[in-house]
Each structure stands twice: as structure tokens, then as C-alpha cells.
């Protein structure tokens, strides 16, 4: 039993010390319990819900019911930190696809901290490098509200990067290199589809975090390419999740500006943009969620520019790989020792467009995949 028990302390992730506590009562039985070892010496008893040997039980080894017991991850530290709503369909793929790249290639200590509020996404960056992780990657929505946590960062030996947003703002954080979509071109693509589908009148170009430097890329990249005028939309945080006000939002800005088209910068708002839209052409840079293929391959979104979030997070996992294996730091080393001279390397991914007939030729020779995502197949195609 002690053999047993102890067992169940060897976790994935690490080992912990531990011993079995026992006592005879006076009727006989013995009762066992578990402790753990840790910074404050040996933790409470913790006891199995079956736990007690009968006078009679001679001869024969008895097991426990299991116990949980936490063990300090093996390897270094790294984290990875952005400002990614709760339920952002985005943030949702990034978070996994990281997870299971990580876990496929042996980075077993690995956090993901997720902080909407700037002051708490600066406190999250502090923490990791207060705590010694060896790798550190950060959005930068916005670069003031983070610079002390990312300077700090940057000085604490860790491998600082940054992703997503705020390209043009990580050298001034000491970013090492930073790797993103290119919004301004995402932005760009998009002017060119109204364009192609003779849109007129204004383009509403809504934005979901208004403080968010890459969102504003993606409006300014549309205004530069569309061929006629563009309105910016900014709507509330509420309006994110709540999406009969995003819809009421949008629909009065519509009314307001004679909209066209609406651009829509997020997979949560594509139902909105089309429940507000009366006519209009609705156009997303969104992730594709299974609500925003079904609304493209319908006809009610025109397009989808690819936001990348899953070529996002492979780099950064290749990244995490490299500077936890010492024997290619030097590849890497010689990039970081450059960087406070020639600025950080910028990796900025190019955006794809998908539109629904070229989604629905995809998915015509996979009816199972169809079937998953609740879509009939129009019969004219």
C-alpha cells in the first residue's frame, strides 16, 4: 500500500515528495492517509475515500481509493501573455493550438495568461519574469500601459518577443522579434473584395477593442484601399459579448452613415454585423468558427480574411523549442545580441481570403465535415 500510495505522486509534469501516514484505531482497523511535501514542510493529511484495513485483511496487499497531489513542473518557464477576452473565438484556437504544439514537443511548464485589462496583462508579464521563466512573449495592444513590465522582461534574461499586436511598437519594448498578421494588409484585402463586389457608400469598419493599435491598422489598411469613404465603429467591451446591443450598435451606424458594407474585425460580431445588415455587404477578418463558415458559405458574409492565429502560435512554440534547447541557443543568441542595434526581427504574416464559393468547392468532397458544421449544400452548385 505505501508502495501504491506514494505512486500516485509521480505526475507527468514532475515529482513530488511524499509519505503515508498511518494509525490503528481501537477497534482494529488501520486508517491511512497521504502527505505532500512542500515549501512550508509536510502539508495536511489528505485521505482517500477508501482508506481502512479490517484486523482480518492478512496476507494480501489492499489499495487505497486515489488521491490528487500538485507537483512543481519539470523544466523551465515559459509564458505567454495577451488580451484576449473570455469566449474570443480567436483567443479560443491561439490558446489550444499553443497547448497541444507544447505538449507535442515536450514543453510541459507552460502558462497561458489571458488579461482584456492592460494594468493586468502588465502584472501577469512582471510575474513571469518575477518568477524566473526563461521565455516570455506578450501582445502589445497597446505600448505605454506595458512598458515597465516589458522592459523588465526584456532585462531579466528571459527571451522576450512579442505577437499579434503592435508590431511597430516592439522595438521600443525591447522585443527581441515579434511575429504577427499583417493587419494593414488584412485591412487592404478587404477594401479590394468590396471593391470587387461594386460596394458604394460607406464602409462601416467595426472594432471591438478600440485601444487595440492593430484593429486600427486593419481600419486604416480598408480606408486605403476602398475606393470610397470608411467610418470606424467602436463599440463598447459589452457590445463584444452581448450581441443584441452589438447588433443595435451597428444597425443605428448603418443608418447613420448610409453604410454599404460593414467589416466586421471578429468572429463574435459576424452574427451581429449580419442581423444589423439590411442589404448591406458583410465582410470579416475572423478565425472561422463554425457560426462564421456557415454564415459565409449561406451567402450572408462576403469574405473572411485569415486573422493567422494558428501560424502565430507555431512560431512562437518553434520559438519556445529553440531557446529551451541549449544546444541551438547560439542560432537565436546571435539574432538577440543584434537586436538592441537593428530593432527586433518583424515576422509579419501575409493574410489569405476564403470566400464562400471557394469554400464550398473545399468542403464538396467532405460531406462528413459538412454535416459537423450543420450546412446543407445548395443545389445550384
Not at 521565455?135 to 531579466?156: C, K, Q, Y
Request: charged content about 15%.
Amino acid at each position: 500500500m505505501i508502495g501504491i500510495v506514494a505512486g500516485l505522486a509521480l505526475a507527468a509534469q514532475g515529482e513530488s515528495e511524499v509519505r503515508v501516514a498511518a494509525i490503528r484505531h481501537d477497534d482494529g482497523k488501520v486508517e491511512v492517509a497521504v502527505q505532500q511535501y512542500g515549501t512550508d514542510g509536510w502539508g495536511e493529511r489528505q485521505l482517500p475515500q477508501h482508506r481502512f484495513l479490517s484486523p482480518d485483511s492478512t496476507g494480501e496487499w489492499r489499495v487505497s481509493s486515489a488521491v490528487g497531489v500538485e507537483t512543481e513542473p519539470i523544466g523551465a518557464l515559459n509564458c505567454i501573455v495577451h488580451h484576449g477576452a473570455a469566449g474570443d473565438p480567436f483567443w479560443r484556437i491561439f490558446d489550444a493550438t499553443v497547448s497541444r504544439l507544447a505538449l507535442r514537443v515536450g514543453l510541459a511548464n507552460l502558462e497561458i495568461h489571458a488579461e482584456p485589462e492592460l494594468q493586468n496583462q502588465a502584472a501577469a508579464i512582471s510575474g513571469c519574469a518575477a518568477r524566473g521563466a526563461t521565455f516570455i512573449a506578450t501582445t502589445i495592444p497597446g505600448a505605454e500601459e506595458l512598458r515597465d513590465a516589458a522592459n523588465a522582461a526584456s532585462e531579466s534574461g528571459a527571451y522576450f518577443m512579442t505577437f499579434n499586436s503592435g508590431a511597430d511598437l516592439a522595438g521600443s519594448l525591447g522585443s527581441r522579434q515579434h511575429v504577427g498578421l499583417n493587419d494593414t494588409a488584412a485591412g487592404e484585402n478587404a477594401g479590394i473584395q468590396f471593391n470587387a463586389a461594386e460596394v458604394s457608400g460607406t464602409v462601416l469598419c467595426v472594432v471591438h477593442e478600440p485601444e487595440n493599435v492593430g484593429l486600427a491598422q486593419r481600419c486604416d489598411g480598408l480606408a486605403a484601399a476602398y475606393e470610397g469613404e470608411v467610418q470606424r465603429l467602436d463599440l463598447s467591451p459589452e457590445s463584444f459579448t452581448d450581441t443584441a446591443a452589438a447588433t443595435v450598435a451597428i444597425a443605428a451606424s448603418v443608418s447613420e452613415h448610409n453604410a454599404g458594407a460593414i467589416l466586421v474585425l471578429n468572429d463574435a460580431l459576424v452574427a451581429s454585423a449580419v442581423a444589423a445588415a439590411d442589404g448591406q455587404v458583410v465582410g470579416a477578418v475572423a478565425a472561422g468558427s463554425a457560426l462564421t463558415i456557415r454564415s459565409l458559405i449561406a451567402g450572408d458574409v462576403l469574405f473572411l480574411v485569415n486573422p493567422a492565429g494558428q501560424a502565430q502560435a507555431r512560431a512562437l512554440v518553434a520559438t519556445m523549442l529553440l531557446e529551451s534547447n541549449e544546444g541551438a541557443l547560439v542560432a537565436s543568441s546571435d539574432v538577440s545580441r543584434n537586436s538592441a542595434v537593428t530593432g527586433p526581427a518583424v515576422h509579419l504574416i501575409r493574410p489569405r481570403i476564403m470566400t464562400g464559393e471557394i469554400l464550398q468547392r473545399v468542403l464538396r468532397g467532405n460531406p462528413e465535415l459538412l454535416e459537423q458544421l450543420g450546412v446543407v449544400e445548395r443545389s445550384d452548385n
